[in-house]
């Protein structure tokens, strides 16, 4: 028992039954969507139904009291499914094998959902979680197996859960592309867009208001903003990474503004909006589930018997290529894997690139305020901005250009674009490489200047103590948000700050404190490197117990950066403290091992290790000293570099053990030298003792002692012998 | 490459002029067109043939008139337009030229001669 309506259909009336009826009108709506971006589209859609109509009429009139399901079944299947022939389009009507149905010619190019393109779905027919594999398996024209077996193997490690997950996210179901069974697709909302509908798009997606992804689009980056102003004074590598992370939100924010399409028609509008799953659109997904199973086989069939879409990316064509082999053997499909990972590789490496070059770009930006310190004559200005431009800029152009008519499908010039941009490019690598090489050669030469000494006011105090002054106002503190070694944060309207003042602390050989200077510069020539050391103008004064530093030398723009440079030594007597205060800027060197070479070897970083700031230090017979007894470290006297204490100080682990015990039992705070040298002995002793203990059980090869033990052994024993 | 895609894409390059050539005979309707196609053994969907109408007739090649049907809504009839006749002949010499060639490249021994075959599918 059906009930049956009557319908006004193309002017006349039709009794119809319901079920009949869903069925029409599902197909109407289906056409409407197909035709959406058809120029003509009301009148091709009327064609139809006015065609529609007259077979209804023709049934009537050969004495049907109604239309049936049959009736609008077979009308339909006499008319087509838009989705055959969307599969015509794709396919290039590859069913001609059963049905040779043809194709229509040309299908205007504006559609977004419909350009001449195979599309990839998730495969709601065959599917064990989310149809992701059998979906990849009928679009690249494999066997189902083939792709689930490579997602197992990829699940272990790990790169498959989360490929798959956000495949199955992305990838739409192939049910959206059924009658009846449209669900939301995620598009660009340009109704209700701020910028290019994102967000819109996404909170129609998940049904939720538009201002809530965009409220958490917003909040890094707001963050992001806020800490701007702290970028003054602390641009360490832990900021750089803030600092990428902060506007990640924006970068995803242009990957989806590429990534998801705009919705265009109202067809798409309304697919972006979902359709309300009412009874109606259950019924209808229900009926198409119900279509036979040789036309499902049909469609697949269509799809399994496709082949490479010329107009796909070259990518997707040879993994195509591949796996359309790779029905050969299993070589090829490791064949396919090997490429599929050589691309990813690829795509890594360009991808590093463009990080690395927008990060020279905008460290270069910071740095060009100093270029006028740093940059003689019109020619290095020229390779300067020739480097900026041409070997900095025009990549990153380039490759957001290739990426614009990559998604703009723009195939007109490549080549001219191709070849301007890598002239371009190759001229900028010569700018910097002439850039290098012409600032190399400024730098060539160091100064040899003679130390001077610097008259202390009070060479006699107990204890000195090393402090900055700041000799620049505080007005352009922090104006610049990155740092260039060795150039300050403060760079003035025409003087720059650099921070090459090196403290060296060493021994006396009198009783009262003396302090050197040494002024440094480099430049082309010997001569044009001591003429610039000369102009190097820093103070140091002394205030009561107190050294005044200035914080860094002044660069103006005639003389410019030559890594100019001043070595403070300070010599402590014997018995008398010094105290370095903390933020001081520079390293300090304790010793005195270096020669007027010292640039070269000022990194080695062992030489400031433990030296610590806004510590007291005391000076004493062989090097500086802690006040509770501990050795600063980095001592290296000449004097005493002889043999014993280079022996002493490849054994150090062990004298430092020793301290350790000293400071616990604290009876041995202030050894003296003979007490001193007597432990040396007897490390030595030990040490010697230790070597034949090792011998012995060698040789008796009993006994393993442990590595604990043995190395204890050398420690404890001459404890013992010094109490 | 894949021999349905080929050989579909070689019907898919004629299929135009195959409607064209259909509608010169004398005014038709759509369906007249199915049946007449079919009969020739060239099977097409309805579905596809109305926006390919719609799209010649805009391009301003063909046009209609309606005439009322004894059963069910009025019919289209579509005829060429003088511009659609233009049309059909270049179409046609280009045809033939390509016919020749690929008789003359497939059967190389006998060239094509028969031009007046071509002008009636049936």
Redesign the interface.
């Known amino acids: 028992m059906k009930q049956v309506i009557n319908i006004n259909f193309q002017g006349r009336v039709v009794p119809i039954e319901v079920t009949a009826f869903e069925l029409l009108k599902n197909y109407t709506e289906s056409l409407n969507r197909h035709f959406a971006n058809e120029e003509g589209k009301e009148e091709i859609i009327n064609d139809i139904e006015s065609r529609i109509g007259e077979l209804f009429q023709e049934r009537i009139s050969k004495g049907a009291t109604c239309i049936t399901d049959d009736d609008v079944k077979a009308i339909i299947k006499s008319m087509g499914n838009p989705e055959d022939f969307e599969a015509m389009d794709d396919t290039a009507g590859a069913s001609s094998a059963s049905s040779s149905s043809y194709s229509q010619q040309e299908q205007q190019a504006s559609s977004t959902t419909s350009t001449g393109h195979k599309k990839l779905y998730r495969n709601d027919n065959d599917k064990i979680l989310g149809g992701v594999c059998s979906g990849l398996a009928n679009y690249f024209n494999i066997d189902v197996v083939v792709t689930r077996i490579i997602f197992v193997i990829l699940l272990f490690s790990g790169i498959g859960f989360l490929t798959y997950i956000v495949m199955w996210i992305a990838v739409p179901s192939s049910s959206t592309e059924q009658i009846g069974g449209a669900r939301r697709k995620l598009f660009r909302d340009p109704d209700e867009k701020m910028i290019a509908g994102v967000c819109s798009g996404i909170g129609n997606y998940f049904g939720i208001n538009p201002w809530i992804p965009r409220v958490l689009f917003l909040l890094p980056f707001l963050s992001f903003l806020s800490r701007w102003g702290h970028w003054g004074g602390f641009w360490d590598f832990g900021d750089v990474i803030r600092f990428t992370f902060s506007p990640t939100s924006l970068i995803i924010y242009i990957i989806l503004w590429i990534v998801i399409p705009e919705a265009l028609t109202t067809s798409e509008k309304l697919e972006m909006k979902g359709e309300k799953v009412d009874l109606n659109s259950i019924k209808a997904s229900v009926a198409e589930e119900m279509k036979s199973v040789s036309k499902r086989a049909e469609k697949f069939g269509k799809e399994a018997a496709s082949t490479i879409n010329e107009k796909a990316s070259a990518v997707t064509s040879d993994v195509k290529n591949f796996s359309k082999r790779s029905r050969g053997g299993l070589g090829n499909v490791i064949a396919m894997i090997a490429k599929i990972f050589a691309y990813f590789i690829i795509g890594c490496v360009t991808f590093a690139f463009v990080m690395a070059l927008i990060g020279m770009g905008i460290f270069s930006i910071g740095v060009f305020p100093l270029k006028d310190y740093i940059l003689r004559g019109p020619w290095q200005n020229i390779y300067a901005w020739g480097t900026l431009l041409l070997f900095i800029a025009v990549p990153i152009i380039a490759i957001i250009t290739w990426l614009i008519r990559k998604i703009a499908r723009a195939k007109a010039n490549g080549r001219i674009l191709g070849w301007t941009f890598g002239s371009l490019w190759a001229i900028g690598w010569v700018c910097l490489i002439l850039l290098i090489g012409s600032i190399a050669r400024d730098f060539k030469s160091s100064s040899r200047l003679e130390e001077e000494q610097v008259a202390l006011v009070n060479p006699q105090v107990n204890k000195l103590v090393v402090t900055s002054s700041m000799p620049f106002s505080k007005k352009y503190y922090g104006r610049n948000w990155i740092r260039f070694e060795p150039f300050e944060n403060l760079v003035d309207e025409d003087t720059a700050y650099v921070r090459n003042v090196y403290v060296e602390i060493t021994r006396s050989p009198n009783d009262s404190f003396q302090v050197t200077m040494k002024r440094q510069a480099r430049g082309n020539t010997r001569a044009d490197a001591n003429s610039l050391a000369s102009l190097v103008k820093f103070s140091v004064e002394q205030k009561d117990s107190v050294l005044l530093l200035e914080k860094g030398i002044a660069i103006n723009k005639t003389d410019k950066f030559r890594n100019q440079g001043v070595i403070i030594t300070i010599y402590v007597p014997v018995g008398k403290q010094i105290r370095i205060n903390k933020g001081i800027g520079w390293p300090v060197h304790i010793g005195r091992d270096w020669d007027s070479e010292w640039n070269n070897d000022y990194y080695d970083g062992e030489q400031n290790i433990r030296w610590q700031s806004d510590v007291d230090y005391i000076m004493k017979e062989d090097g500086l000293y802690t006040i509770d007894g501990r050795k600063a470290d980095g001592w290296n006297d000449r004097e005493s570099s002889s043999k014993k204490m280079s022996r002493n100080r490849n054994s150090g682990g062990d004298g430092y053990r020793y301290d350790e015990f000293d400071k616990k039992a604290d009876s041995l705070r202030r050894l003296d030298e003979i007490k001193r040298q007597n432990k040396l002995d007897s490390i030595e002793k030990a040490q010697e003792k230790l070597d034949s203990i090792k011998e012995k059980i060698q040789n008796s090869g009993t006994e393993e002692p442990g590595p604990v033990s043995m190395y204890r052994m050398p420690v404890n024993d001459p404890m013992v012998e010094i109490r | 490459?894949?021999i349905?895609?080929t050989?579909?894409?070689m019907?898919?390059?004629v299929?135009?002029f195959c409607i064209l050539s259909v509608i010169k005979q004398g005014e038709a309707y759509?369906?007249d067109i199915i049946d007449k196609m079919k009969a020739a053994n060239?099977?097409?969907?309805?579905?596809?043939l109305?926006?390919?109408?719609?799209?010649l007739?805009?391009a301003e090649l063909l046009s209609y008139r309606w005439e009322e049907?004894t059963?069910?809504?009025?019919?289209?009839y579509f005829s060429l337009t003088p511009k659609g006749a233009e049309f059909y002949k270049e179409l046609e010499t280009t045809w033939f030229e390509l016919a020749n060639a690929v008789k003359a490249l497939t059967e190389a021994e006998q060239v094509y001669s028969d031009n007046n075959n071509f002008n009636n599918p049936q």
Not at chain 2, 42 to 48: A, Q, R
Not at chain 2, 50 to 55: C, E, K, S
């Open positions: 490459m894949n349905e895609n050989a579909s894409q019907r898919k390059g299929l135009e759509p369906s060239l099977n097409i969907l309805e579905g596809t109305y926006p390919l109408l719609t799209r007739k805009n049907s059963s069910g809504p009025p019919r289209k």
